[in-house]
């Protein structure tokens, strides 16, 4: 397992329209065969950010999400919405162990 946090500042002005495209995504994503989990989680403190949690069976599921038709809509169609450019966070599984979540 790999999950991947996606950190976002958005545009104060382009908060709604970040969250629905990204809730779009996420509505797709977790449709693939690779992906366990896929959030969508806004600040309570700063509705600017955001943090997607990605969480993938394998590093190959990982780069096919990348190349999925939704991944490049929602790519495309957030770009300008970003207050600056996204940074990702890798994790590893440590607890539980993930055979128990297959």
Do not use: C
């Not at 770009?79 to 055979?99: G, H, I, L």
Request: glycine residues 0%; hydrophobic residues 45%; proline residues 5%.
């Amino acid at each position: 397992m790999i999950t991947v946090h996606v950190l976002v500042h958005v545009k104060a002005d382009q908060v709604d329209q970040f969250a629905a495209a990204s809730a779009e995504n996420a509505r797709h994503s977790i449709h693939e065969p690779g992906i366990s989990r896929f959030d969508v989680l806004q600040s309570a403190d700063d509705p600017t950010q955001f943090v997607l949690v990605e969480v993938y069976r394998s590093p190959e599921a990982a780069l096919a999400h990348k190349e999925t038709a939704h991944y490049a809509l929602w790519r495309d169609t957030v770009a300008d919405m970003m207050a600056e450019p996204r940074r990702s966070q890798k994790y590893s599984q440590v607890f539980p162990e993930a055979t128990f979540l297959v």
